[in-house]
């Protein structure tokens, strides 16, 4: 039997939760530690499961840094903790996962990149999006040339609810925070560099708008290619997590529709009625989660090479930073003049 992957993991809110669940259920990999604030939570999840796992705080790391069974760490934590807790896993020797953003600044970014190379270990940024079937299937066809060039690439995500205000005060705004996952997808959709972004937003709740931030953005983007692409993005749809996608092309249409809860559909006279769609990420993406964690371990036993490479990753945080500047002027900007990584 081949090396299970000693894994640890840092932050055990909903995303870390998916995440556990996709290791547990993985043969190739191995828990070992969990990191969170509320140890005894921590205890009592790997007592329930019977794992053979230790648990620390996040003040605390020295212990799982040190154990030579940890392969690689899992980083599910606040953003404001990424740079510390990532820099720490790589010059212990662990490979590491971490999710959106690595940092905020593309500088401390560039940083750890160098210093994943240095120490020859993989730093992966879980843009999770790209490992949902429908949307690889999607980026396939358009890239197979079937049905001629791209020409219009149009995108809608929006929450189901709002996230609480406290979150918004640290989430580094819509596009830092939210819109990054569709400028990526746009990015590897069309496969081309972006040559100038637009974006206007506004926010319709004022406890939002008293954070200077926008809850509904629209943006248009100019890609080399000659490939428009638009995208509205916002914070509350309230009757479901809406997650589409549509490719216009010369010989057709392609379209990735919102995913619905059931198969049920009610017709009569005087009814019409559709299920629901999915709630959240975590309903809609499963498939995503679970492909983009085997992704991830088939880097770590060497079968795959990091499918979200640096480049990727600079480049939809200059996309955001681009896109930030024409929300503020009102008016379009050149991407290059942010994009010189």
């Known amino acids: 039997m081949s090396h299970k992957q000693g894994i640890a993991v840092l932050g055990f809110g ?189 926010a319709f709740n004022s406890g939002i708008r008293d954070c200077g931030d926008c809850d509904l953005v629209v943006v248009t983007i100019k890609y080399q290619n000659g490939v428009i692409s638009v995208i509205d993005n916002g914070r509350q749809a309230t009757f479901g997590y809406i997650q589409n996608m549509e490719a216009v092309c010369d010989k057709g249409c392609l379209k990735v529709t919102n995913r619905e809860t059931s198969y049920l559909h009610k017709y009569s006279l005087d009814m019409l009625k559709s299920p629901n769609i999915d709630y959240d990420f975590v309903t809609r993406y499963p498939e995503a989660y679970h492909n983009e964690m085997e992704h991830f371990l088939n880097v770590l036993q060497g079968k795959a090479q990091l499918g979200i490479t640096e480049e990727d990753t600079l480049r939809a945080m200059a996309l955001v930073e681009a896109g930030n500047a024409s929300l503020k002027s009102g008016k379009p900007v050149i991407v290059d003049e942010y994009d010189r990584a």
């Not at 705080?57 to 940890?70: F, H, I, R, Y």
């Not at 929006?158 to 596009?175: A, N």
Request: net charge positive; with cysteine; proline share 5%.
């Open 14 to 202: 909903r995303m870390g939760g998916v995440h556990v669940k996709n290791l547990m259920a993985s043969p190739r990999a191995s828990i070992k530690w969990i990191v969170r604030n509320k140890l005894e939570d921590a205890k009592k999840f790997i007592d329930s499961f019977g794992l053979a796992a230790s648990c620390t705080g996040p003040d605390d790391l020295d212990p799982m840094l040190k154990d030579p069974s940890v392969d690689a760490v899992v980083i599910c934590s606040p953003t404001s903790s990424h740079e510390s807790q990532i820099k720490k896993a790589l010059e212990a020797g662990k490979a590491v996962f971490c999710e959106k953003p690595i940092t905020r600044d593309r500088a401390t970014t560039k940083q750890l990149y160098a210093l994943a190379k240095k120490h020859n270990k993989p730093l992966f940024c879980a843009f999770h999006r790209r490992f949902d079937p429908s949307f690889q299937a999607m980026r396939e066809s358009i890239h197979s040339g079937k049905l001629g060039n791209l020409r219009l690439l149009k995108g809608s995500s929006h929450d189901t609810v709002t996230s609480p205000l406290s979150y918004i005060k640290t989430s580094g705004g819509i596009l830092n925070d939210s819109t990054i996952h569709d400028l990526d997808m746009s990015m590897w959709m069309v496969g081309s560099r972006p040559e100038i972004i637009s974006v206007h937003g506004n």
